[in-house]
């Protein structure tokens, strides 16, 4: 009854840390996706003149479809935002794109966990299509080597969301320090702006706990058929 009450419980706690998370980040987003900034720039404009700004002329700011699928490409130069983010004016949108910008200023200055997230992407790429395929086949056909073996690659997932983690905190950092010196916001809208790259950033640390969760309940289990 022990093992069958903890084993659930971390499937509960699972649920809700995800949960969670999303809720706080769609929320604070929503929110202030709605809150105009008073100098009515977009968040291509904001984007252009911080990579400008770094000496980044190369790197291309450029709209994709999604909602919330913002990112640097490091291969292509290119910093793509999401197209409410891309034209809007919202203290989101600005915000978003900086952190984007963040990313790149990163990839400029060589950052060191950028770096070793990066050399660890097709791995992890591996990873996440193997792990639980090894898991399933483990418990189909009775072969416990191949059960902690997805085991492991879970492991190796953990291990990359947990180098994740700075890079995107250092990315928020960059963000804020630029929206202050090139003074896109005032001092309340830079207070606001913080809560979004926050609650951004809530979602790795969730990404990272939840994966832990997951990965404890896969011993326990496989760990007690084993005995």
Partial sequence: MDYYFIVYGLTLITLLITISAQFFVNSTYNKYSKVKN???????????????????????????????????????????LSKNNYNGTSIASVSVACHECG???????????????????????????????????????????????GIILEIIILLFQLITLPVEIN????????????????????????????????????????TLIQILRLILMFNRREN
Wanted: proline content about 2%; overall charge neutral; glycine content about 6%.
């Fill in 38 to 80: 008073e100098r009515n720039l977009t968040g291509r404009e904001a984007a252009r003149y911080i990579l400008d700004k770094n000496g980044l002329e190369d790197v291309d700011v450029v709209e994709v479809n999604g909602y919330l699928t913002d990112h640097y490409d490091p291969k292509k130069l290119e910093v793509r």
């Fill in 103 to 149: 990313h790149a200023i990163q990839d400029k200055e060589g950052y060191l966990f950028m770096r070793i997230r990066s050399s660890l992407v097709p791995l992890v790429n591996f990873s996440s299509y193997a792990g639980y395929i090894s898991i399933l086949l483990g418990c189909i056909l009775g072969a416990i080597n191949l059960i902690w073996f």
């Fill in 171 to 210: 990315a928020s950092s960059r963000a804020l320090k630029e929206l202050d010196y090139a003074h896109f916001f005032t001092s309340k809208e830079l207070k606001s702006g913080k809560k979004v790259l926050t609650a951004a950033a809530m979602t790795y640390v969730a990404s990272v706990a939840t």
